[in-house]
């Protein structure tokens, strides 16, 4: 079996819905290949601390499964492995059960990990050579980084605020220090991280505090002091101390010129920051114009879009022409700015409880799910994106993974109308894409399902992201949404067990829009190119 099915049976396993077959074969597969063995436990660990931490699985109304409970049969065939894998589960859930208040998590899964010194607090108008997908909010990749044209405002750990103008090339090699090969950046330097370094071909600077300014080429730097104090330390000459107001020139030879600081001469961040506002709002513009237009075609069900001029108002209208869905229902979300930074205009769903209520009636042979959401973490098994009530015949589930996968369903039969062996629905995963790398950063995941072409295509900022035919025996014709959530999951609301299952998205939503047709890829493509900040 393939990696892809066989997290699809993990999945499966552990949310205690595996057929028979499927149980074997999973069975078999953790008898011969320790990877498989190692993911399921790290699955189980991870669904286990979480319910964990969302009140102890006793009370999280959904029980953690270490091995579904098959018929006798099928167990002494396989009874050695499912012996240690039942063993496994169980030491987690008792280490679980027995943890005090206040105790760590115990058989968590590891810590997520990201790999980089400084992110990408703005930029205009960038060309980068090596790293063309560098979004504000990403971190920088290690190594050199070649900035064609245009202006970067990068935030190094340490605190120091750096502005690089291009052409240039550079590198972060700590919080600490960086090199500079050629350009022009600007450097400003709090006081926790004063000895801030750059290095160049002449020499290097050593910040004293405050801040200062590089102009480097091929056989010259420049040092300007705009603010404080540095140490200049040439090659194989001695150290120079300079003060606010002073400059250097320092050429390849070893001969120093002074100068006088031009701060004109460099961009700063206030520079910056104005050139990015007038930016952001010829774009936000732009983005309102194609809005407008597509507000008015008559496949869109519902688009909402939390911006207002009432911050107290707990209701989103349907703004689309022609929708049928009805306006959306704020609970606990709480106002924050949007993509393009105006205040209010996105909501905050990482309070527990968060979502948007909304009821979408009608049957549709094919949709499209389009949203803008920016992910703080995936701190949970499952993190909403669009869920109905429960989950009935012939109704769809959208969500990501905590592994960072997409999930995509439509739910195909109900457990009376099963066969032996046959699932309620089929499960489209995309690959995993997204990591802590990403967090903070606005993207646009969509999902399409086309009844006629029999196929579900997951979307990330416009690109196609992975596509999977629909299995002849699990396609949906008619799909029914009715009571939804946005961003959370709703069991029927006539249950009267106050306990829930913990699946908020723990981030913010700026947009979400439903489509009674399976866009293009052009057209998700198009909403992407106008719809970025």
């Not at 802590?436 to 969509?446: D, E, H, K, R, Y």
């Amino acid at each position: 079996m393939n990696r892809q099915e066989r997290s699809q049976l993990i999945d499966a396993l552990i949310e205690g819905d595996i057929s028979e077959a499927d149980f074997l074969r999973l069975e078999a597969e953790f008898s011969v290949d320790p990877a498989a063995r190692q993911e399921y436990f790290d699955r189980l660990a991870l669904s286990a601390a979480l319910e964990t931490e969302a009140g102890a699985a006793s009370d999280s109304g959904r029980k953690i499964v270490a091995m579904p409970a098959p018929a006798r049969r099928w167990i002494p065939a396989f009874a050695a492995i499912a012996a240690i894998i039942i063993a496994m589960a169980a030491v987690a859930v008792v280490l679980l059960q027995n943890k005090r208040p206040g105790d760590a998590v115990v058989a968590a899964a590891p810590e997520p990990k990201a790999s980089g010194f400084a992110v990408i607090a703005g930029q205009s108008d960038t060309v980068w050579k090596n790293s063309p997908q560098l979004a504000d909010g990403a971190l920088l990749p290690a190594g050199s980084l070649q900035l064609a044209s245009g202006i970067a405002q990068l935030e190094l750990f340490s605190g120091v605020t750096v502005v690089v103008e291009g052409d240039a090339e550079f590198e972060i090699v700590s919080p600490m220090e960086m090199k500079v090969a050629h350009g022009k950046v600007r450097a400003r330097v709090p006081e926790p991280a004063q000895g801030f370094r750059i290095h160049t071909t002449e020499g290097e600077v050593v910040d004293l505090g405050t801040e200062f300014a590089l102009k480097v080429s091929a056989n010259q730097s420049e040092v300007h002091v705009l603010d404080g104090e540095v140490e200049w330390h040439p090659r194989a000459e001695a150290m120079r101390r300079m003060e606010r107001g002073e400059a250097l020139s320092w050429s390849a030879d070893g001969k120093g010129t002074a100068l006088a600081a031009n701060a004109a001469g460099f961009v700063g961040m206030s520079d910056l920051r104005e050139k990015l506002t007038a930016a952001r709002a010829s774009r936000r513009e732009d983005w309102q114009r194609v809005s407008k237009a597509l507000r008015r075609d008559p496949r869109l069900v519902a688009i909402y879009q939390a911006g207002t001029a009432d911050p107290g108002n707990r209701r989103l209208p349907n703004e689309a022409s022609a929708g049928t869905a009805s306006e959306g229902a704020i609970v606990a979300a709480a106002r924050v700015a949007d993509r393009w930074g105006m205040p209010g205009g996105a909501l905050d769903f990482s309070p527990t409880g968060s979502r948007v209520r909304v009821n979408v009636p009608g049957e549709y042979r094919s949709i499209t799910l389009l949203t803008w959401v920016k992910i703080n973490s995936l701190d949970r098994l499952y993190n909403s994106l669009f869920l109905t009530d429960g989950h009935d015949l012939h109704e769809p589930h959208w969500q990501i993974m905590g592994d960072g996968r997409l999930f995509f369903s439509v739910k195909k039969r109900d457990k009376s109308g099963r066969k032996t062996g046959e699932k309620d629905q089929h499960i489209f995963y995309s690959p995993k894409f997204w990591n802590a790398s990403l967090s903070g950063q606005w993207l646009m995941i969509a999902t399409t399902y086309d009844a006629d072409a029999r196929m579900v295509t997951h979307y990330l900022n416009g690109q196609v992201l992975s596509q999977e035919a629909v299995p002849a025996d699990y396609l949906v014709e008619n799909v029914s949404i009715g009571a939804a959530s946005i961003c959370n999951w709703s069991e029927p609301m006539y249950r009267k067990d106050a306990a829930f299952t913990i699946r908020n998205l723990n981030g913010c939503m700026d947009e979400f829009a439903l489509f009674a047709a399976a866009l293009t890829p052009k057209e998700i493509a198009d909403i992407y190119a106008h719809g970025k900040p």
